[in-house]
Structures are given as C-alpha cells and as structure tokens.
C-alpha cells in the first residue's frame, strides 16, 4: 500500500559523489519524517540523516559537512547527496519514512529495499 524505492547506488572512487533517491508512493496522507540509514557488514544499521515536517535535519557526525539530505514535497522524494565519499561509507543504504497511509491514519514507519554503495580506495 506504500512503498518506498531507492536508487543512486553504485560504485565510486574515494573523494567521489553519489547522490541516492527515496521514492514514496502509494496510499500516502501525509509524511511526517524520510531518513536515511546504512549498515555495513557485520554492523549494526546505523541513522545516518534524517529530515522530519518542522524542517529540522540531523545528521551522524561522521558525515556531517559531506552528507545532505533534501526533500521534493510534490514528488514525495527524499534525497541524500554525498560528498567526499570514503572507504568507511561503504554499505546498503536504506530509507525510512514515517507516513501517515490514507487507509488508517495511523502513522506507521516503511523501508526501502536498500541501495548498495560501494567506495574503492
């Protein structure tokens, strides 16, 4: 009933940009927040931006002044541009939102499938 579909993965270069897409549709009333997490191999998923409706961002310090997440009200799309991509960035990113669905009103937290993103040293 809603789905969230990322893309932007890839392969890049340390020092490289990517720039990933959230993509919500479906039975949607409104969306309160749209984040972005990773998690690496053997770790645990990690928060790594997220924007909610006062228009407040916050970010995991690690990526703070290379990571930026932005939002296209209209096209219910989040997007995270990253910068100065390293080695340590490497893992599946995945979008989180919090919706409010036109079926219950309730709000209700969705994934993605996850967007691989790999940086070569």
């Known amino acids: 009933q809603v789905q969230l579909v990322e893309s932007g993965g890839g392969l890049v270069q340390a020092g490289g940009s990517l720039r990933l897409s959230c993509a919500a549709s479906?039975?949607?009333?409104?969306?309160?927040?749209m984040a972005w997490y990773r998690q690496a191999p053997g770790k645990q998923r990690e928060l790594v931006a997220r924007?909610?409706?006062?228009?407040?961002?916050e970010y995991l310090d690690s990526v703070k002044g290379r990571f930026t997440i932005s939002r296209d009200y209209a096209k219910n799309t989040a997007f995270l541009q990253m910068d100065s991509l390293k080695p340590e960035d490497t893992a599946v990113y995945y979008c989180?939102?919090?919706?409010?669905?036109?079926?219950?009103?309730?709000?209700?937290?969705?994934w993605g499938q996850g967007t691989q993103v790999t940086v070569s040293s």
């Open positions: 924007w909610d409706s006062g228009a407040r961002t």
């Open positions: 479906g039975v949607i009333f409104s969306i309160k927040a």
């Open positions: 989180n939102a919090y919706i409010y669905p036109t079926t219950t009103f309730q709000l209700d937290s969705y």
